[in-house]
């Protein structure tokens, strides 16, 4: 069975400040995804990562892919308010079309002004 | 492009009804996947929809089943409801082939048993 751990599960930070996300697993993806839900909606897709090592930003948001493609990390630099949401990380099993993906259980991310 | 499009958005039902749940893929995607969302439990994978087949399924009972239509639009049913079917079951398209499994979600229906 393919877990995805992420941590912190909850996060509170001032306006400004700089944080990480974690997405761990023992089992290779083939690709991994971050979403951002808010309350009572689906999650919004941010970014996809498919190669080890792999790195891409979005604006304040820098995603990368561990280099064995088990981990993934999500930074967010000077967050704002519009931050505060559920982030999620997701992989995409080793078969790759098979249009499951194991989420980890959810970073709560809250940005006081 | 339209996205994904979910109804209806609220239901509540009683125990031991059965309630449908609806889903239009984007345009052009093949794969629809269903996944229910619990606070406890969090996001957990239904079943896979491609081409009309189920292609892959998670680990729930029976009393939850899908299909696929031609035009790609996917119906979720729960028989028999119980209470801790109460949850946000969300629908996700995508392309359906290749390695990447990059999925786009609809808002949900948020499914409340009393």
């Known amino acids: 069975t393919q877990l995805l751990e992420q941590s912190p599960q909850f996060l509170s930070i001032q306006e400004g400040e700089n944080l990480t996300v974690y997405c761990n697993s023992s089992?290779?993806?083939?690709?991994l995804q971050w979403y951002r839900q808010e309350p009572g909606e689906g999650p919004v897709l941010l970014v996809t990562?498919?190669?080890?090592?792999e790195v891409k930003k979005l604006k304040r948001l820098t995603f990368q892919f561990g280099d064995a493609r088990k981990d993934s990390s999500l930074h967010i630099t000077a967050a704002q308010t519009g931050d505060t949401g559920l982030y999620l990380c997701?992989?995409?099993?080793?078969?790759?079309?098979?249009?499951?993906?194991?989420f980890g259980q959810g970073t709560t991310l809250q940005v006081k002004p | 492009k339209a996205g994904v499009t979910q109804t209806p958005r609220y239901l509540i039902k009683t125990r031991g009804q059965q309630v449908t749940l609806s889903c239009s893929p984007i345009s052009g995607h093949r794969s629809v996947s269903w996944y229910q969302q619990t606070p406890g439990q969090g996001l957990q994978f239904l079943f896979e929809?491609?081409?009309?087949?189920?292609?892959n399924k998670g680990n729930f009972p029976g009393r939850f089943s899908g299909r696929q239509f031609s035009n790609s639009r996917s119906e979720m049913n729960v028989s028999t409801l119980e209470l801790g079917d109460s949850a946000l079951y969300l629908c996700a398209s995508s392309l359906g082939g290749g390695m990447n499994t990059e999925a786009f979600f609809g808002q949900g229906t948020r499914l409340t048993v009393v």
């Open positions: 089992s290779v993806f083939s690709s």
């Open positions: 929809y491609f081409s009309e087949t189920q292609r």
């Open positions: 990562v498919v190669t080890g090592g």
């Open positions: 997701a992989g995409g099993g080793r078969s790759g079309n098979t249009g499951k993906l194991i």
